[in-house]
């Protein structure tokens, strides 16, 4: 059986390529050239996922492997589903998840492709997440190892893709990855964690979002929870709910009180800080649903009757990809395609533009981007 592994450079698609090799499967890797700015700019980023000296690094495991590799070009898509979507969603006032659209709009589309017209039987990643097949169909589980699970930046799939993908890493921890691949003496056993955004150079997002969406940028209040204005921001982009650093400078007195962003309004420009407890949210309004596990018709049909034109279930959700999952109810709408969530206990720093996933257990339901928070303690409703 053929199965197409898509090979970043790193160690964790280096060591999936090598596991379905050793299982027997007839293993070819595939890079996708996504982002080459640093290698433009004589700048080696040993952490960047998509860039030309990761596509090299691929190359040469896949040699010390031996199996075919080859590079798929995926930088036009990449611009339009990712970097474009990415710097318009901060004009808008939002905190974008570029993983998640790639994995979406880019990665596993572009394998999916390669594979199909290669004759591969199955595409695999080096994600930490886990699938169980079950009657209906694979469901996508977290991963063994709490701390690298990525079932997070995979909910958006398409369901036809996870009937023929493999997550060889699944059941392992990092740990053991790195020693698998030390032993195998592969050349980026350790090379370091990709942990920045794969096409920003030097953390400087602020540069890119100018290049495409400069009102970005622009200079604007920063209010005070009556709407007092108490200091000057330097672009919405700049900020995420949540956020207490790059506060204080930008303030008009020296109250030694801290602040934290709680609300970001692009259609005033402004900037609302406030106490911590602001950024808390009990209830959020998640878009752009996608559904993994029983689909759209099965939770419209299984879910409990609650007000006119909702059905709710009960679920664990995710705001960030970290995090525990949080028990809520989730009352999905008939008619708008939206969900309401109301956690049990409020949850820090949920920001529009970020994904609410939901969870079953370990299962993966489904889940969608965050449209507005609405903040505790009667707090004024923030998003879109």
């Known amino acids: 059986m053929k199965v197409v592994v898509g090979m970043s450079g790193g160690v964790d698609s280096s060591v999936a390529a090598m596991l379905l090799k050793k299982q027997g499967f007839d293993v070819e890797g595939v890079s996708l050239l996504m982002f080459e700015t640093r290698i433009a700019r004589k700048e080696k980023n040993p952490r960047s996922c998509c860039s030309l000296e990761s596509v090299k690094d691929a190359a040469r495991t896949a040699q010390a492997i031996g199996i075919p590799h080859r590079v798929a070009d995926a930088r036009d898509i990449f611009i339009e589903k990712v970097i474009e979507p990415f710097a318009l969603a901060y004009s808008k006032g939002h905190t974008p998840n570029p993983c998640i659209l790639c994995n979406r709009h880019v990665k596993f589309p572009v394998l999916l492709d390669a594979a199909i017209k290669g004759g591969a039987d199955l595409i695999a990643t080096g994600h930490y997440a886990r699938l169980k097949a079950t009657p209906e169909g694979p469901v996508l589980s977290r991963a063994a190892d709490p701390k690298k699970d990525q079932s997070y930046v995979l909910y958006a799939q398409d369901k036809e893709?996870?009937?023929?993908?493999?997550?060889?890493?699944?059941g392992l921890k990092k740990e053991d990855v790195r020693r698998i691949a030390r032993e195998a003496g592969l050349p980026v056993f350790d090379r370091p964690e990709s942990q920045e955004i794969c096409f920003i150079e030097g953390r400087d997002y602020p540069a890119m979002v100018r290049e495409l969406c400069p009102a970005a940028l622009a200079g604007g209040p920063i209010l005070d929870e009556t709407g007092k204005r108490i200091g000057t921001h330097d672009g919405i982009c700049r900020y995420t709910i949540g956020q207490r650093k790059g506060l204080g400078g930008h303030r008009d007195s020296h109250d030694p009180k801290p602040l934290y962003v709680y609300r970001i309004d692009a259609a005033e420009n402004a900037v609302y800080a406030g106490d911590r407890q602001k950024a808390f949210a009990r209830e959020i309004t998640v878009g752009e649903l996608s559904w993994l596990m029983d689909g759209w018709d099965g939770i419209l049909k299984k879910g409990n009757r609650g007000e006119k034109g909702f059905r709710f279930f009960?679920?664990?959700?995710?705001?960030?990809?970290?995090?525990?999952?949080?028990?809520?109810?989730?009352?999905?709408?008939?008619?708008?395609?939206?969900?309401?969530?109301?956690?049990?206990?409020?949850?820090?720093?949920?920001a529009p533009g970020q994904s609410a996933v939901f969870y079953d257990g370990d299962a993966v339901i489904g889940g969608g981007i965050i449209l507005e928070k609405k903040e505790e303690e009667g707090g004024k409703t923030a998003g879109a």
Request: charged share 15%.
């Open 161 to 170: 893709a996870l009937k023929r993908l493999a997550l060889p890493l699944g």
């Open 314 to 350: 009960g679920a664990g959700v995710k705001v960030r990809s970290m995090m525990r999952p949080a028990p809520a109810s989730v009352h999905v709408s008939v008619f708008s395609g939206t969900a309401r969530v109301v956690f049990d206990s409020p949850q820090w720093a949920a």
